[in-house]
């Protein structure tokens, strides 16, 4: 039996709303801003001390500007972990929700979220490019 569009979308949609569950999002966005913490701290904590107790080394721009790049570290080490919390929370639902019952369960949890498939880079396999509202 051939895939249909709608079972391929209906496969991406069932992908991201899992992928948002398990909390990928905000695991990867995490990890780049403790990167950015190690750098920020790595640059404000040890290598500008280091390069300070070197005698008689020019140091105005040096560690004016290990001062200024490490705190810009941190800066996006907070704004990513901001931004993970409010946009890849797990606990947020995914979608918006829509009137009515689900048509195999039941219930009364329909969501939408915009769905576009890109496993054909960007064409559906019908060989042009689509948006679909997809309902999971």
Known sequence: MPITDEDLLIDTAT???????RGANLLATLTLAAVFAAVGWFLLFW????????????????????LV?????????????????????????WGDAIPGTCPQCGKRALRQEK???TGLGGRS????????????
């Open 15 to 21: 992908r991201q709303r899992k992928s948002h569950k």
């Open 47 to 66: 290598l500008r001390p280091l390069i300070k107790s070197v005698p008689f080394l020019p140091l105005g721009t040096v560690t004016t500007s290990l």
């Open 69 to 93: 790049i490490g705190v810009i570290a941190f800066a996006i080490a907070g704004l990513l972990i901001a931004g993970a919390l409010f946009f890849a929370n797990p606990l947020a639902r």
């Open 115 to 117: 769905v576009e498939y």
């Open 125 to 136: 396999p019908r060989g042009r490019h689509q948006e679909w509202p997809a309902r999971a």
